[in-house]
């Protein structure tokens, strides 16, 4: 199984730190908040991970390599132009193969076991992680007999950036403006093709310098 992690953002809402250093490579516990990700996949049982880039995308690339250092191989999706997270998908398809891969945003720090959805069978389309809304995660979803449902009032849950994808889902030779949720997935809760299951633990979105002082109080690893 391949992992594909969106690190092409440009992390507007932590300038002007991002100014000079893309945001997955901010360091958390004195460590790239995407080598974090990197090595939990790697202990996971990943061998090969595709990073999509695009502002200072250079020094992902520059950082990581060919993903020898960390004893997997890595392969870069270049955007020339930033992509929606659709559009990653589309553009970075001809680096995933036909089995279901990892799907991860590249600006998060988590202690979900990525083992789980590694030895998961994927019955249905794709299966997301979700957590329960709070106050600043509106809810997006709710979740019945572990089938996602977007179109219930008083929602419960909300995406945490992680999921496990059929490649099928990704659409072919169309635009590459495209959004992960409006777009591709969304469409496919109508007719019940989305399964998901409730995270407890820890994921924790890098949007402001707060975060990053809160992660670096919270991990004891």
């Known amino acids: 199984m391949k992992a594909f992690i969106l690190a092409a953002g440009k992390g507007e809402r932590l300038k002007p730190l991002t100014d000079e250093i ?74 995933l193969d036909d089995s279901p891969f990892l799907l991860i945003s590249g600006d998060l720090w988590t202690d979900f076991p990525f083992q789980r959805l590694i030895s998961k069978n994927l019955k249905h389309k794709a299966h997301l992680v979700l957590i329960k809304k709070n106050e600043a995660r509106s809810g997006d979803f709710n979740l019945m007999n572990s089938i996602i449902n977007s179109d219930s009032y008083d929602k419960e849950y909300t995406y945490s950036g992680i999921s496990l994808l059929d490649p099928c889902v990704i659409p072919q030779g169309e635009s590459l403006n495209k959004e992960l949720w409006n777009d591709v997935l969304k469409p496919l809760t109508k007719d019940n093709k989305i399964t998901g299951e409730v995270f407890h633990g820890l994921v924790k979105n890098i949007n402001k310098v707060s975060d990053i002082e809160e992660l670096d109080v919270a991990i004891t690893e």
């Open 22 to 95: 893309p945001k997955p490579l901010i360091k958390i516990k004195g460590k790239p908040l995407l080598e974090w990700s990197i090595i939990k996949l790697r202990s996971a049982g990943i061998k090969e991970i595709v990073i999509n880039v695009h502002h200072l995308g250079d020094q992902i690339i520059n950082y990581f390599g060919n993903g020898k250092r960390l004893n997997l191989k890595i392969d870069y999706s270049i955007e020339e132009k930033l992509l929606g997270t659709g559009g990653a998908l589309i553009q970075g398809k001809k680096y």
